[in-house]
């Protein structure tokens, strides 16, 4: 399904281009080229997705292609809800271009042969995987925002109406959309970790192994719990908040790739990247 590949990879890079069109020239057209590019192109990639799934029987996670892929997927999912939602249209200009860079790299990696395992039609390890997936997307997108939220912030500090402050919505509008991303994440992410412990009890015999992918992902709960709290108890909102989620995604690419490339545990036995 290569072709296919191509195919979603081109639909990203038009909506990219209507996108940064849109932001260049406030042109509303432009957005909406972008968001049914970004559509069409998301229509095929979950067809990509499907066919992978029906070849292996189960989710095509086993490498780094197929996560990459996947991971591409939830992200364009989450952000097809929000926008549909709150209908933030500059977000548009960092999800497709994020988008089209994750599947480049994908499509440049092997197509390494996927093992056939009934390990992985595990009702709690799918639960799991798509959970975990569709939180990183949505602290992906918190990410965003909060650059977004910085650049603003600095347009309106400076008392200069530069190129990104007539582009940018109000810092109070950013500032929420950005906690509502946190929220989702947390939530999705919390789902995940708890339907990943039960999954492990069933394989293992144990809740906790103090696998490195488990205490990175446990530190990324704690960070994301962290904010939540300042938020919630103690007023961190604007720019603490938005530092704290590209700070936070940080930490989540770590715990993402970083572990599978640097340490060794259970996971890497199930992601052979």
């Known amino acids: 399904m290569t072709s296919l590949l191509i195919i979603t990879i081109s639909f990203y890079v038009l909506s990219s ?9 406030q042109d509303i057209r432009c957005h909406k080229a972008g968001i049914y590019l970004f559509s069409a192109g998301f229509a095929c990639h979950f067809i990509l997705f499907a066919y992978d799934y029906l070849v292996t029987g189960h989710i095509p996670t086993q490498n780094l ?3 990459l892929i996947f991971a591409a997927m939830a992200l364009a999912a989450v952000f097809l809800v ?4 709150f209908s933030l249209k500059i977000l548009g200009t960092y999800v497709a271009p994020l988008n ?13 042969p996927y093992t056939a395992d009934n390990i992985f039609n595990n009702f709690w390890l799918v639960f799991h995987i798509i959970t975990i997936f569709m939180g990183d997307a949505a602290f ?13 912030e600095r347009a309106i500090k400076n008392k200069t109406r530069g190129f990104f402050f007539s582009r940018l919505p109000s810092l109070e509008l950013i500032d929420n959309m950005g906690y509502v ?3 989702t994440g947390f939530t999705m992410l919390t789902t995940g970790l708890i339907t990943g412990l039960i999954y492990a009890n069933e394989i293992w015999g144990r809740f906790w192994s103090w696998d490195p992918k488990e205490v990175w992902s446990a530190i990324t709960w704690l960070l994301y719990a962290i904010l939540l709290h300042g938020r919630i108890s103690l007023g961190w909102r604007g720019r603490k908040a938005a530092i704290m989620c590209i700070l936070g995604f940080c930490v989540l690419l770590f715990t993402f790739l970083g572990v599978n490339f640097l340490l060794q545990g259970h996971h890497g036995e199930f992601t052979r990247f």
């Open 17 to 25: 281009a209507g996108y940064i069109c849109y932001l260049i020239g």
């Open 65 to 67: 292609r197929g996560t």
């Open 82 to 85: 929000l926008q549909y939602r």
């Open 100 to 112: 089209t860079l994750i599947l480049v790299i994908a499509s440049m990696l092997r197509e390494t």
């Open 140 to 152: 992906a997108l918190a990410c965003g925002i909060g650059i977004f939220y910085l650049l603003q």
């Open 181 to 183: 991303c946190v929220i």
